[in-house]
T-cell receptor, first 112, second 112 residues
Framework: GDSVTQMEGPVTLSEEAFLTINCTYT??????LFWYVQYPGEGLQLLLK?????DKGSNKGFEATYRKETTSFHLEKGSVQVSDSAVYFC???????????FGKGTRLSVIA | DTAVSQTPKYLVTQMGNDKSIKCEQN?????MYWYKQDSKKFLKIMFS???????INETVPNRFSPKSPDKAHLNLHINSLELGDSAVYFC???????????FGSGTRLTVV
């Protein structure tokens, strides 16, 4: 079945450092890909998405490019802030009524 | 206006009790979901309803019973609660498979 693998955390960075969280997927067909963020004590919020190959999703300084040749959707940000500390989930969804499939999440801590 | 709302936000109860969690969405979405998030933040699909019809029923104990009185509501009833049911339960809704989900803020269930 479909699956998502993302890098194990936790990831600890200093403020203004560059962030990369790796995500690769296994799926049939052409899924849509997503990054969700979960701040402490809150629900999941959609951060960005891409619905076809070579699409770049971006939001709040984060971006990720749908790479079909490497089945990847890595999350990047050029300069992280303390307020970016959260758990980040990579996810995919195939067509029809298939559910969103999540990676295991990567906890990011940004220190001042 | 809250898009997907769950009640209660916190639920502490004793083993063996029966409890319900309610979920409502005002987005006009056709499909609603229940996910369970364990202590390691792993998210697993439990159920999915499309226009009041059950379309996904993962390997969840039959003590868990979803009910969808209309397409805006999806409630979760749990019988004979066990310690292992302690988790955060998220409700979500979606309209189109390409656009991901909108999540509620979660219900933290603690069984003592």
């Amino acid at each position: 079945g479909d699956s998502v693998t993302q890098m194990e955390g936790p990831v600890t960075l200093s403020e203004e450092a560059f962030l990369t969280i790796n995500c690769t997927y296994t799926a049939t067909g052409y899924p849509s890909l997503f990054w969700y963020v979960q701040y402490p004590g809150e629900g999941l919020q959609l951060l960005l998405k891409a619905t076809k190959a070579d699409d770049k999703g971006s939001n709040k300084g984060f971006e990720a490019t749908y790479r079909k040749e490497t089945t990847s959707f890595h999350l990047e940000k050029g300069s992280v802030q303390v307020s970016d500390s959260a758990v980040y989930f990579c996810a995919l969804r195939n067509s029809g009524n298939t559910p969103l499939v999540f990676g295991k999440g990567t906890r990011l801590s940004v220190i001042a | 206006d809250t898009a997907v709302s769950q009640t209660p936000k916190y639920l502490v109860t004793q083993m063996g009790n029966d409890k319900s969690i309610k979920c409502e969405q005002n987005l006009g979405h056709d499909t609603m979901y229940w996910y369970k998030q364990d202590s390691k933040k792993f998210l697993k699909i439990m159920f999915s309803y499309n226009n009041k019809e059950l379309i996904i029923n993962e390997t969840v104990p039959n003590r868990f019973s979803p009910k969808s009185p209309d397409k805006a509501h999806l409630n979760l009833h749990i019988n004979s609660l066990e310690l292992g049911d302690s988790a955060v339960y998220f409700c979500a809704s979606s309209q189109d498979w390409r656009w991901g989900y909108t999540f509620g803020s979660g219900t933290r269930l603690t069984v003592v």
